[in-house]
């Protein structure tokens, strides 16, 4: 048909994402091991998804994976990043005097202070 727009698997246009690469505990939406230690990484989100998501990397990256009846931190359970800022950097007025545009982006960024932790499987 002339003037029909390919659809998703449903029949409605709205039905295609961007899923297929899921990111979930197993899989990083970032690579971790190619930043070297003391780099630092810092993301620009522009969708409240897009920011949950990195902000959830982070802080995973951030928090020690030590349980919490231990009185001493294992140094193999200790974060491996360290936050930048405690809170996403939002434009400040004059930014956005001059770009209306860039209302909805926050920057969030962390430093690698330590190697990767290893899996079971790797």
């Not at 899921?22 to 522009?46: H, K, Q, T, Y």
């Not at 190697?115 to 499987?121: A, D, E, L, Q, S």
Request: with cysteine; hydrophobic share 35%.
């Amino acid at each position: 048909m002339v003037g029909t727009r390919p659809s998703g698997p449903s029949g409605h246009c709205a039905s295609r994402s961007t899923r297929s690469s899921p990111a979930g505990p197993e899989r990083s939406p970032w690579p971790r091991d190619r930043i070297a230690i003391g780099g630092r990484i810092a993301v620009l989100s522009f969708h409240s998804l897009e920011d949950r998501i990195t902000k959830r990397a982070l802080a995973a990256g951030a928090a020690s994976t030590s349980p919490v009846d231990l009185p001493v931190e294992l140094p193999e359970h200790a974060p491996e990043l360290r936050l930048l800022s405690r809170k996403a950097l939002t434009p400040g007025a004059a930014e956005l005097a001059t770009n209306p545009r860039s209302a909805s982006v926050h920057l969030r960024g962390a430093e690698r202070i330590r190697p990767p932790r290893r899996t079971k499987g790797a």
